[in-house]
Structures are given as C-alpha cells and as structure tokens.
C-alpha cells in the first residue's frame, strides 16, 4: 500500500467516526502521526482529502453491496442481507457526516448520490428482476419505477431534517422500508417467505 492510500485510509476512518467539519489538517496530520506538510505533498487542501477520502468509500461500499448480493439466490435473502450490509456501515458513520458532506463539500456529495443512483439503482433493479423470475415478486411491476421509487425512499432516510440520525436507529428505519416495500411487489409466495423471515428475527 503506497503512502498516499494510507493516508485515505486513515483520514476516512477518521471522517467517518468524527465528521468532516471539526476535523482539520492538522488533526489528519497529527492522528496520522505525520507532518501536515506530508499531507500537503499528496494532497493540495482538505476538499482535496475528502474527495480522495469518499472516492475509496464509494469504492468499498459498492463493492461491499456487489458482493453481498451475488451470495443469495432469494431476491428477498438478497435484500436483507445488502440492507444489513448498509446498516453496519451506517452504525460505523458519524451521524452528522452526510449533513456535512452536503452542505460543506458538495462536488464530494456528489459521489455519494452517484452510489445511490449507479450502484444501488443497479441493484434494486437485478433484484425486482430476480423476485419476478422466482415467482416472489409481482410479474407486473414495472422494474424500473419501483427502482427509482426506492431510491427516492433512500433519501428520504438519509434526510436530516426528515430521519435526523441522532434520533433514529438507521437498522431500524432500513427494515421498516425493506418490509414496506416488499410487501407491496410480493406475490402470495413472496409474503409469507416474508413473514417467515420476519418471525426468524
């Protein structure tokens, strides 16, 4: 690993459990163990760092998410288990962090709703299509438009004004939304594959 992606590595496990906003240069430099003068040489400011920073964690959410659902075969399993995978993530996140990101650093937020509209688009999609070819999912949704409803769901989650983290439990808002959404495109089948999942938690 080169110094730089140390320093990424270091400087987003920071960002992710502080914030954006009260970490400096100097605090990167310092809890590093390193000059900030050696930041300076990789990176020109700190919107410099934080872009660098949230590049490798639209990197590693994405593939967290990919290889989460290719383990499942049931579209439903599959939707658990990327949800869990996104929890966790959001357990381990400063519950300011996406505020800030949003108001202060918005070519860096950017990224964020490229991994909403790219990657999790992508995934909501192939799985509507899985649950529709596994006799789970209504045959007659349109793929697309529930996609995009989920996505704009998403938002809404990640919304301070509306979920403001600091109140609410993200695992918690995640399965009220998985369930509200499954069972609006489950078949009879998909339901109580559903409510069995749901008696097994």
């Not at 760092?49 to 639209?58: A, D, G, I, T």
């Not at 596994?134 to 409803?149: C, F, N, P, S, T």
Request: hydrophobic share 40%; aromatic share 10%.
């Amino acid at each position: 690993m080169s110094k730089k992606e140390k320093i990424v590595n270091g400087a987003l496990e920071l960002y992710m459990r502080m914030g954006v906003k009260s970490v400096n240069m100097d605090k990167v430099a310092t809890n590093l163990g390193i000059s900030k003068k050696t930041l300076y040489v990789y990176f020109d400011n700190k919107q410099d760092l934080v872009n660098h920073c949230f590049q490798k964690h639209y990197d590693l959410v994405s593939e967290m998410i990919n290889t989460t659902a290719a383990q499942f075969e049931n579209a439903i399993d599959e939707l658990f288990a990327i949800d869990e995978s996104c929890s966790l993530v959001m357990k381990q996140t400063n519950p300011y962090l996406l505020g800030e990101l949003k108001r202060y650093y918005p070519n860096t937020w950017a990224l964020i709703e490229q991994l909403k509209q790219k990657v999790l688009f992508n995934i909501m999609k192939k799985n509507l299509n899985k649950g529709v070819e596994q006799g789970i999912y209504r045959k007659e949704i349109d793929v697309d438009i529930i996609a995009k409803l989920m996505i704009n769901r998403i938002d809404a989650l990640i919304n301070e004004e509306v979920f403001p983290l600091t109140h609410y439990d993200f695992r918690k808002l995640l399965t009220e939304i998985r369930i509200y959404h499954l069972r609006g495109v489950a078949t009879l089948k998909g339901i109580n594959y559903l409510e069995q999942k749901i008696n097994e938690e």
